[in-house]
């Protein structure tokens, strides 16, 4: 009897794009690794599908144990002589961290070049918007997904872009080096936290804790620079206020006689922004902000040149932006500052229905963006003082977690292996600020644990980073993290590149880095 073979997705490596690479740039090895990758790239995809599928939600722990497996798996599979999951235990702000897994891959070259990963995803929040179940990793075309509809195929699923669509097509990449090359031209240390949607808590005791398992690295691979982020929860109780309900919750009928700590708490909010919420009023905010140098100033009204506003508040699913000048609104979402509400609880929080309840406790959550040259035990003071000036000392302020700024420099190996990919794929010249900056490619902008690993000057004063040279790629298109309807470009379109282009980006910026010494490395590391 026959073998069934199992039936194949019929992915298309180039899909319908008009952006190629230049292959006569190429040298036979890669030419090598990227025919391996159009060859197998169904099996790439339903890869990815398969990370896709285990959930791995850091802020329930649902999946996570079962993903750090997996990572581990996937390292075992690579042929890394070292791999381990580590337990990180309870963390510095009170919390136990999610595993860190980490690997080593000694393939007896001269660079070593490490590898970031997060594991870890969002929660699914709003589960009926979505056009196909969130862990299913179902492919839909673009129409369907609600973006470009010229695109044929688009991977929908929680993680897709952020990160488990980019992470796949690394190991895809390193894979198909591996299998087309019979070795790597690089030495690769992974490192791959389940935290980074819970400030990175884990992969803070883990670098700190174990720094000698880095010194053999030249560089990162991950992203670049990084604006800080910090979370707080704001807590009014009646307990501390000494009025309303004073033990736990209480019947709502007695509003009518009976001061609320729920109402209180809105009002306290409403304190510390301006009426729109876009302005937070907490004295001495934004003191210390480091002015743009010249290049950051020109980076960011180049940027703004290239800006549709409208097109741009679609993609992201909002109505408009707060400024309707594009180098406003690039210049806030860049380099900018921010007080958000994510989120508030207390009291009956069943949808529908009723349930009359005076609620005793109230806590919302708060993320905190800042720039250099801010820190974020300066903007804890300053919370704290506004509090007790705006009359609220009995809120208790709960700090989470911290995400200090780190810069990127643009004049060192790995950032210019990226360069000459992008010269060899037909994108556009990098923006690249002079000098070190929290300022990268806009794809890229938002915050990370870079602080952690950079060589250049980072926001934490108590933190000692690796020293390591750092950049990330700009192949792969994906969007809606943290939305509904998360995504990433399985075959492309026009300029658009899809899965295969992107894992044959990651093949090219390694392939580069091995080949390339313009910058010491190790001992003469700058």
Request: charged share 25%.
């Amino acid at each position: 009897m026959a073998t069934q073979t199992k039936p194949k997705l019929g992915i298309r490596p180039y899909g319908d794009e008009t952006q190629k690479i230049d292959l006569s740039k190429e040298p036979e090895d890669l030419k090598k690794v990227f025919k391996y990758i159009d060859d197998h790239i169904d099996d790439h995809v339903e890869a990815f599908q398969k990370m896709i599928q285990q959930p791995s939600i850091s802020n329930s722990g649902e999946g996570i144990p079962e993903t750090a497996e997996m990572v581990k798996g996937m390292f075992d599979r690579l042929g890394c002589q070292e791999s381990k999951v580590y337990d990180m235990g309870m963390t510095e702000w009170g919390q136990p961290g999610n595993p860190v897994v980490y690997a080593h891959c000694d393939e007896g070259q001269p660079k070593t070049l490490v590898v970031y990963w997060m594991y870890d995803t969002m929660p699914v929040t709003q589960p009926d918007l979505w056009v196909a179940p969130p862990f299913e990793g179902r492919i839909v075309d673009g129409k369907t997904a609600g973006i470009d509809p010229a695109i044929k195929k688009v991977l929908v699923g929680r993680g897709a872009t952020n990160t488990k669509g980019p992470e796949i097509t690394q190991y895809n990449a390193i894979m198909s080096m591996k299998e087309a090359l019979g070795k790597l031209p690089v030495n690769l240390i992974f490192v791959a936290e389940g935290d980074e949607e819970r400030m990175s808590m884990g992969l803070r005791k883990f670098v700190t804790s174990h720094p000698e398992l880095f010194k053999d690295a030249d560089a990162m691979l991950g992203g670049g620079g990084s604006e800080g982020l910090m979370y707080v929860e704001l807590t009014t109780s009646g307990t501390k206020w000494g009025r309303g309900p004073t033990v736990s919750d209480i019947h709502g009928i007695f509003k009518r006689s009976v001061d609320s700590p729920a109402w209180r708490h809105i009002q306290m909010l409403a304190s510390l922004t301006s009426k729109d919420g876009n302005t937070p009023m907490i004295d001495g905010f934004n003191d210390g902000i480091a002015p743009l140098n010249a290049s950051e100033q020109k980076l960011l009204e180049n940027a703004a040149k290239k800006v549709d506003l409208k097109k741009t508040a679609e993609n992201i699913g909002v109505a408009r932006f707060i400024a309707d000048d594009p180098l406003k609104m690039t210049m806030m979402s860049r380099h900018g500052t921010a007080f958000n509400l994510d989120g508030i609880w207390g009291g009956n929080m069943y949808a529908n229905g009723s349930g009359a309840i005076l609620p005793n406790k109230i806590t919302s959550k708060h993320s905190i963006r800042y720039i250099p040259n801010m820190h974020s035990a300066d903007i804890l003071k300053k919370l704290r003082a506004q509090l007790d000036k705006n009359g609220y000392k009995d809120v208790d302020i709960h700090f989470v977690g911290d995400q200090p700024w780190s810069k990127m420099s643009y004049d060192t190996d790995i950032a210019h292996s990226v360069d000459q990919m992008s010269a060899h794929f037909g994108l556009p010249p990098r923006e690249r600020a002079d000098g070190d900056s929290i300022l990268m490619d806009s794809a890229g902008a938002g915050a990370w644990p870079g602080y952690l690993f950079t060589n250049a000057e980072q926001g934490d004063p108590n933190i000692k980073p690796l020293g390591l040279p750092i950049a990330g790629a700009r192949v792969g298109t994906g969007g809606r993290a943290h939305a509904a309807n998360e995504y990433y470009v399985i075959e492309g379109a026009g300029k658009t590149l899809g899965m295969a282009a992107a894992e044959k980006s990651i093949a090219e910026i390694i392939y580069n880095f091995a080949h390339t010494t313009t910058v010491p490395t190790k001992s003469g590391r700058k």
